[in-house]
């Protein structure tokens, strides 16, 4: 089977760890693609995937010939980008009369920009080659709305369109494009909620748990399967029923 080379921007967090794994596992070559982190942070995370086929990169991924440089190394060194997981993502929550224009537009950049700056540079490849799998991870809050995440659920909401759309441009040439919508994930932020909140957002989830960044990586690990390609343009839900739809 051909050694495929995957890509997941936002790699060095909680989630974006856990995707590098799960792609490691399934025999990929991965590139942890992230901001500078500090000495400290690399280490740990040297430490985690030690045995794995994993390396890290720099890139600002809201900056657009960033990303062409990135993909073209990437291309170069390795001879190809075959899978893509747009990960990267922030969170600048205010309603939004508090809102101001900085946290619009960083939410924006990092969580849709982004997107639309390694796509822009990575499909020519992908469908020259015959080959591509891209997973975008959005957020049930894409599709209910947050309450103080105006900026955030827009960007997440923009990535469903954004997927659909060029899952029909490029279905074609063997590539396909999908997204996965998690709910509450077991990060720093959902450890330090009050036990009063945690039990409510337990409490609102069917399933009855928090779910663990390692249900997000099997559902990418999935869509990116080779053998995968009869599934595009689809949004996976992976948030223990917290919302359905069809």
Not at 20 to 32: E, F, M, N, P
Not at 60 to 74: L, M, R, T
Not at 169 to 177: L, N, P, Y
Request: with cysteine.
């Amino acid at each position: 089977m051909t050694r495929r080379v995957a890509v997941v921007t936002g790699g060095l967090g909680g989630l974006g760890l856990a995707i590098c794994q799960a792609l490691a596992d399934a025999g990929r070559k991965v590139i942890a693609a992230d901001l500078p982190a500090s000495p400290e942070r690399l280490d740990e995370f040297r430490a985690r995937t030690a045995s794995l086929d994993i390396e890290t990169a720099v890139v600002d991924v809201a900056d657009f010939d960033a990303c062409a440089a990135f993909v073209h190394e990437v291309e170069t060194r390795h001879g190809a980008l075959d899978i893509l997981v747009n990960n990267a993502g922030i969170t600048r929550d205010a309603t939004l009369r508090k809102m101001d224009k900085a946290q619009w537009d960083a939410v924006i950049g990092v969580n849709l920009d982004s997107v639309f700056n390694l796509c822009r540079h990575a499909v020519d490849g992908m469908q020259a080659r015959g080959f591509g799998r891209i997973v975008n991870i959005s957020s049930v809050s894409g599709q209910t709305g947050n309450f103080g995440q105006v900026n955030y659920a827009a960007a997440k909401a923009g990535l469903h369109g954004f997927s659909m759309s060029l899952a029909r441009e490029v279905a074609r040439k063997g590539v396909t494009v999908n997204s996965v919508s998690p709910g509450y994930v077991e990060t720093p932020m959902t450890r330090a909620m009050p036990d009063e909140v945690r039990e409510r957002t337990v409490a609102s989830v069917p399933v009855g748990r928090i779910g663990q960044p390692a249900d997000i990586a099997r559902a990418v690990a999935f869509l990116t399967a080779d053998d995968a390609g009869y599934i595009t343009g689809a949004n996976l839900p992976v948030n223990g029923g917290l919302f359905m739809s069809f």
